[in-house]
C-alpha cells in the first residue's frame, strides 16, 4: 500500500492531535504578543528618541572628528583614525584634495546612514550638514559609520534565540502532553465500555482532588457501572423468565403429542407442535446468547474437524430445506485441527447454512461454504446468492432480533438472533465475525485463531 506523501500526514496528524493543536496555538500567542509588545515599546520609546539622542550623537561624533584633525593647520590624520577604527567598532571615510583613505574599503556605504530624518544637526552650523559626516577647513570631508564587527554576534545571537524557541515548545509540548495523557486512558476505557468489559474502570489522576479531565473519568466510571447493573439486571431477567417458560412449554407439548394424530386434529396437532418446537428453539437461542455474552463464557474446547461438522450439520438441515442437499464445500487440504467447542461450533454452522439456504431458495445457485488456512488460523466462509440487503442494513444484521424489511422478514423464518448467536461464538473463541454483501448474496465470514 502507497503511503501518503509527509505533508498529508502530518496535515491529518495536526488535524487529528489536539497537543499539537494546542502547543501551536499557545506559540503563535506567545509570537504576537511579543510581537505586538516589542513593536508597542519600539514605538513609544521612538518618539522623542531621536531628538533625545541626536545633540549626543552629534557631539561625540565632533569629538571623534577633533580628535582626527587635532592639528587645525594639517589634514586629517589617516594614524589618528585608524588607531580610533581599532579602539572602538566604527569606520572612518576621509575623501579630500589630500586624503583619500577608508578604515574597511570592503564594507559598503550603508544607506542608512544619509537618512534624511537625521540630516539636521539643529546646532547652527548648517542646515544640510548630515548627522554622520563633517567637513575640515581644509576642504576634507571625515564620514562615519558602524563596522561590521558591531554585527559579528547576531548568527550566534539568532541561533541562541532559535534554540532557545524550539526548547520552550518541546517544553511546552511535553507539558501539554503530561495534562492530557488522561484523555488517552478516558479513551481506552470507552472502547472497553463499548465492548462490553466492565472490569477496568477508567484511572483517575488525582482523585482527592481530581482536575476536569479526571472529573470527567470519573462520570463516566460511574455511567459504566450503571450500564452493568442495568445489563446484569435484564440478563437476570432474561434468563429467568426463559427457565420459566420452559416447563410450561415441555407440558404443553407432552399434552400436544398425547392427541389423536388421525382425523381433523391431526393438521392442528402438527402446526402446534411446530409452534411449540419454534419456541422452544427460541427459549434456548436466547439461553446461549445469554451464556456467551457473559463476562465468563465457558467454552469447552476439543480437537474439531470444521469440515465433518459442516456435512453433518447439512444432513440435519436437508429435511428442512430442499437446497440444503446441493450446498457446495470447498475445503483446503491442509486444514489443520482447531481446539474448538464443537457444541457452539455446530450451532455457527447451523444458522449460517439455514440462513443461506432459507433465502437461496430462487437463487440460481446454491449456497456454498469454503474452508480454507490463513496465517492466524482457519477461515470460514458462507455465501448465498439471495437478494441480499442494503449497504444501510449491512452492519446491523448480527444485531440481536434484528431483522431487515426486505426479503428477510419473519416470514421467511428466524426471529433475528442466528447471526448474533454466530457472532458470539466467533467472538468467544477468539475471532472474528463480518458479513458483506457478494452481489448477489451474502458473504459471512468467520475467522477463527489457530492458537
Known amino acids: ?76 590624520a589617516v594614524a589618528r583614525a585608524q588607531a ?59 564620514e562615519f559609520g558602524l563596522s561590521a564587527r558591531a554585527w559579528e554576534r547576531r548568527p550566534r545571537f539568532a541561533w541562541f534565540t532559535l534554540g532557545a524557541l524550539l526548547l520552550l515548545t518541546g517544553l511546552a509540548y ?86 389423536p394424530e388421525d382425523g381433523d386434529v391431526r393438521p392442528q396437532r402438527e402446526a402446534l407442535l411446530r409452534d411449540l418446537g419454534e419456541m422452544s428453539r427460541l427459549i434456548a437461542d436466547l439461553l446461549e446468547s445469554e451464556r456467551l455474552s457473559g463476562r465468563h463464557a465457558a467454552v469447552q474446547r476439543e480437537p474439531t474437524d470444521l469440515v465433518a461438522l459442516a456435512r453433518e450439520v447439512i444432513t440435519e438441515l436437508a429435511p428442512r430445506h430442499v437446497n440444503a442437499a446441493a450446498v457446495r464445500i470447498e475445503a483446503a487440504h491442509d486444514l489443520p485441527v482447531l481446539a474448538l467447542d464443537a457444541t457452539r461450533m455446530r450451532l455457527l454452522l447451523r444458522n449460517l447454512l439455514d440462513n443461506a439456504c432459507r433465502h437461496s431458495l430462487d437463487a440460481a445457485q446454491p449456497p456454498e461454504l469454503h474452508v480454507r488456512r490463513v496465517a492466524d488460523g482457519v477461515v470460514l466462509e458462507v455465501r448465498d446468492f439471495g437478494p441480499g440487503v442494503s449497504e444501510a442494513q449491512l452492519g446491523q444484521l448480527a444485531q440481536p432480533f434484528y431483522r431487515p424489511d426486505s426479503a428477510r422478514t419473519r416470514s421467511a423464518g428466524g426471529v433475528g438472533l442466528g447471526l448474533y ?30 492458537g
Not at 100 to 112: G, T, Y
Open 1 to 76: 500500500m502507497k503511503q501518503a506523501p509527509w505533508h498529508r500526514r502530518a496535515r491529518l496528524a495536526l488535524s487529528r492531535s489536539l497537543r499539537v493543536r494546542l502547543v501551536l496555538m499557545f506559540l503563535l500567542f506567545a509570537l504576537a504578543l511579543a510581537g505586538i509588545f516589542i513593536g508597542g515599546v519600539q514605538k513609544a520609546l521612538s518618539v522623542g528618541w531621536r531628538d533625545a539622542a541626536r545633540p549626543l550623537l552629534m557631539d561625540y561624533v565632533d569629538r571623534l572628528a577633533a580628535e582626527i584633525t587635532a592639528d587645525t593647520g594639517s589634514p586629517p
Open 84 to 142: 580610533i577604527t581599532e579602539r572602538l567598532p566604527i569606520t572612518v571615510r576621509i575623501s579630500g584634495p589630500q586624503v583619500v583613505w577608508a578604515s574597511h574599503p570592503d564594507q559598503p556605504r550603508p544607506d542608512w546612514m544619509a537618512d534624511r530624518e537625521w540630516a539636521a544637526n539643529g546646532s547652527g552650523e548648517g542646515e544640510g550638514r548630515r548627522l554622520l559626516q563633517r567637513s575640515t577647513a581644509d576642504g576634507h570631508q571625515i
Open 174 to 259: 511535553g507539558y501539554v502532553r503530561r495534562q492530557l495523557r488522561p484523555l488517552d486512558a478516558i479513551r481506552d476505557g470507552a472502547l472497553r465500555l463499548g465492548a462490553g468489559d466492565f472490569a477496568q474502570p477508567i484511572p483517575v489522576r488525582h482523585a482527592h482532588r481530581p482536575d476536569e479531565l479526571g472529573q470527567l473519568a470519573t462520570t463516566i466510571n460511574t455511567m459504566g457501572r450503571d450500564i452493568e447493573q442495568m445489563l446484569d439486571a435484564k440478563r437476570a431477567l432474561l434468563l429467568a423468565i426463559s427457565h420459566e417458560l420452559r416447563s410450561p412449554l415441555t407440558r404443553a407439548r407432552l399434552h400436544t403429542e398425547l392427541l
Open 421 to 450: 448467536l454466530c457472532k458470539l461464538v466467533a467472538q468467544a473463541h477468539g475471532g472474528r465475525f463480518e458479513v458483506h454483501n457478494a452481489a448477489p448474496g451474502l458473504r459471512v465470514t468467520v475467522t477463527l485463531p489457530g
